[in-house]
């Protein structure tokens, strides 16, 4: 990352993941916690969301990402880091970009959780079988 590039951080979350995002115009080079993009997510489905803001905007390859992203699995962790590179490119043009993102509902926190275990049954919805006698 070159140090006269502008800085655009930003953090998202989805599930129990929290992702925070450096961003920097440049090449399209993606590092997640110190790995290369590709080896991070195998898979085209969880790169193509990682990478769902740019295209929406049409800015693939136009900026570097630096991403720190923790908890969760690999499908919560691109939802996060989707939602933080959203959030940084409003602070690049938010005038143009805030109506195309939020069309495409790239703007909204996926507040979907687990629910938590209860006391008295084995889950969180679950229950004990019931006998009568």
Known sequence: MSSTATLHTATGRRKTAVARVWMTEGTGEIEINGLAFEEYFPTIQL???VLRP????NLVNKFDLKVVVKGSGHQGQSGAIKLAVSR???LVNEE????ILKAA???????RMKE???????GA???FQFSKR
Do not use: H, I, M, W
């Not at 740019?54 to 905007?57: G, T």
């Open 105 to 111: 509902g790239l703007l909204t926190r996926d507040s």
């Open 125 to 127: 919805r679950k229950r």
């Open 88 to 90: 940084a490119l409003l």
């Open 116 to 122: 938590r275990k209860k006391p008295g049954q084995p």
């Open 47 to 49: 790169q193509n969301e």
């Open 54 to 57: 740019f295209q929406e905007v």
């Open 96 to 99: 143009e970009f805030r109506p």
